[in-house]
């Protein structure tokens, strides 16, 4: 289906299924790059330590991609990011967990298990009904790539020698979290029906599961059984969260409010 | 961003380690004005006075640039406005420096003498260096940068 639905064709029904998707979208990449600045000055290379935050950069181009798109259907970035109420973000609990005190492991994999994620939604995107959707996904895929190159070179040296019971125990404490990026959205029937995105939310599911269960294995890991795993009680997608995620929105809005609210340095961007 | 065409499939052509990728040019781009005349021409001319943040090379000569028009609208008042619309993309989606593109540009079309100015990102097709004009490569070349 050719991308051909623009912000003033939506109906009301519409509509909410994307803001859903967006919201999904702009939340996990901007949480995911709030939590991987924390690593800045404590990678252990300097590479790594300009890797992790060339990474976050990018997360925060992402989520700006994404947050305009909601700014074009009549939300502003102050309502969107600063002032929102922390239960109404609609991020994985994946990207809002603290890492487990100086674990490089938990950095990385997380890293890995996010980034595999975003590459098959992203892809499900590409032929996305919503034109300025459509514009956007391209360039942000050719950016993530890096992304996932970076976490599995990271991951196939981690994975040798004794650094794996770390891997091991990041990945038995993120995966049932990991698993909460697939969670139902509650418009999933519009959003597929309507050609926001091709794929379905279960299928992406297993494709993730397709990909990263023989990866993680060829590594010597021991992957936990999806269906098994006690899944926590916050699931992110439907607005519940850890009680990580109100210290965390917290600590990234207090300079705006010591601000007192300033605008954002743009002059008169006009949307027509 | 209300008329991306479906004719704008995203171009997948991409490398590992650099955003900056080389990839077939796109049919029409980079977009440098020529042709233009009257007050399309004169946002173009403002245009090419905008360097970007960070190297001394237009925005024009760095390809950025993917449309200038300028349409006539009904304003509030019910009197016809002339509207300088420029749809401009960035090297990269985490560009630091792109509010301060925004109001550069948003500037240059009311410096033209429109009534009214729109600033639109595309990002379809993806920027490359290859769209950088030979007068960009030129000026690059200067600062010290081979493209």
Known sequence: MPATLNPEDLDAEQRAALEELLFRLADDEYVHGERLIEWQIYAPTLESDLALANVAQDEFGHARLWYDLLEELGHTEAELIWER??????????????????????????????????????????????????????????????????????????????????????LDRLFP???????????????????????????????????VIPYLESLGLDVPEPDEVERPSARGRDGTHTDHWDELAAEFRRTYEELEAPEPARIGRERV | MSDVSADDAPDATACGHTEYVDGAVPEGFPKTGVGATGVEADIWDALYEIEDPEMPVSIVDLGLIYDVRVVEREGEDGEAKTLGIVEMTLTYTGCPARDYLENDVQCAILAAGVDEASVRLRFTPEWTVDMVTEAGREALRKFGLGV
């Open chain 1, 85 to 170: 109420p922390a239960d109404e973000f609609r991020h994985a609990t994946l990207v809002e967990l603290p890492f487990a005190e100086g674990d490089w492991a938990d950095v990385i994999l997380r890293c890995y298990l996010y980034d595999a994620a975003e590459r098959l939604r992203l892809d499900a995107l590409v032929d996305t009904s919503y034109a300025p959707l459509a514009d956007r996904v391209g360039k942000v895929l050719s950016e993530e790539r890096y992304h996932l190159e970076n976490a599995q070179s990271w991951l196939d040296r981690l994975a040798e020698g004794d650094s794996r019971d770390r891997v091991q125990d990041a």
């Open chain 1, 177 to 211: 979290h990991a698993l909460s990026l697939f969670a139902e959205p509650d418009h999933e029937e519009a959003i597929i029906d309507n050609g926001f995105r091709t794929m379905s939310t279960a299928d992406l599911r297993i494709e993730w599961l397709e990909t």
